[in-house]
C-alpha cells in the first residue's frame, strides 16, 4: 500500500497498523464465533435445550455472577450470604453442565478464545505508540466505534495514548 512517490508503505513505519489489522481480525473472528454459537443455541433449543440465564435473587437484585452476588450479599448475615454466593455458583455449574450436554461447549471455548484475543488487540492499540498520523487516526477510528457502539473498557487508554502520540508527532515536527 505504497503512496505516489513513496518508495516505503506506511504499514512498515507505524506499529499502529499491523495493531489495527489484528484488532479488525479479532474483531471478525469474535463476530464469527458469536454467529456460530447462535446458529448452534438455535439447533439445540430446536431439540430441546432451553438457554435460560443462571440467575440469583438477592436482597431484590436478580445476580448473574459470582462477583454480583458477592456484592449484593454484602450486609447480610455471614451463613445467608455464604448460601447465596453458593445458590449462584450452583446455577452457574447447571448451566454449564446443560449446555456441555446440548454440545454447546465448543463455541462457548470459542467465544472466551476470541474475546481474548480480541482484547488483546485492544490494549496493543492503548499500549503500542503511534509514529505517524495515519496510527492516531486509526486510535481514534476505534474510539469512534467506542462511542457510536458503546463503552468497551478500553476507549479512555486508547484516547490517551493517541493524544500522547500526537504531543511527541507535533514536537517532532516543528514548523
Known sequence: MARRGCKVSARKIDPIVPAWDQLQAAHKAHSRAYDERDEAEAKARKAGFEPKLPVVCIRGYDCLSVAEAKRR?????????????EAMRAALADQQRRRRKAGLAPYDAAIRRTNGEWRAAMRAMADKRATTTLGVILKLKVVETEVQDGPTGFGEAILASAISDLGRIGRREKP
Open 73 to 85: 450479599a454484602q450486609g447480610l448475615p455471614k451463613e445467608k450470604a455464604k448460601d447465596a454466593v
